[in-house]
């Protein structure tokens, strides 16, 4: 399902950003399970914790792509977003910059129903979770339409303002 993001982040010119809106994913990751288990990544040994996913974020944004990502999260937060929160150092090392905007801070925004992508306000990649947070249907959907992208990070754009940025975020 990645591989959606992985070719439009290839031809993205100069933005790409991610609007991540539920409280947990996955809770059979095997990351997130092992973390619940004690395990921490050591940012002082990035070979433990690199993987091909951030090769990619760091390709794109050496070529000038800027990539963000947008957290929205319930406070306080749950078992699976501290998880988000204490890995995303990872993302901003590979040049990802990351901000959480807390539910509370949200009043009056109108944001898009699905978490998902903006590249180049020109292609949106929306997600599909069931409640319980795992892939369903068609997992990533990719849509070639600028009318939406650009109502798309319109939206994501007023969140990105009233957000913290993840240097300056302390979850409750």
């Not at 109502?151 to 007023?158: G, L, M, S």
Request: with cysteine.
């Amino acid at each position: 399902m990645a591989t959606a993001v992985r070719e439009e982040l290839a031809r993205a010119r100069y933005s790409a950003m991610h609007l991540e809106m539920r409280d947990s994913y996955m809770l059979d990751d095997p990351e997130f399970i092992r973390w619940r288990k004690g395990h921490r990544a050591d940012p002082d040994d990035p070979a433990s914790w690199w993987r091909p996913w951030l090769d990619v974020v760091r390709e794109a944004t050496e070529r000038g792509v800027v990539m963000r990502r947008l957290r929205v999260v319930s406070e306080p937060i749950s078992d699976y977003i501290r998880y988000e929160y204490d890995l995303t150092f990872t993302n901003v090392a590979a040049g990802e910059i990351v901000r959480w905007l807390p539910r509370s801070n949200g009043r009056g925004l109108l944001l898009p129903l699905q978490d998902g992508w903006v590249m180049d306000e020109r292609t949106v990649i929306l997600h599909h979770f069931g409640g319980d947070g795992q892939w369903t249907g068609p997992g990533m959907e990719t849509l070639h339409d600028q009318a939406l992208a650009e109502r798309y990070a319109k939206a994501c754009e007023a969140a990105w303002e009233r957000a913290v940025p993840h240097a300056e975020y302390r979850p409750v």
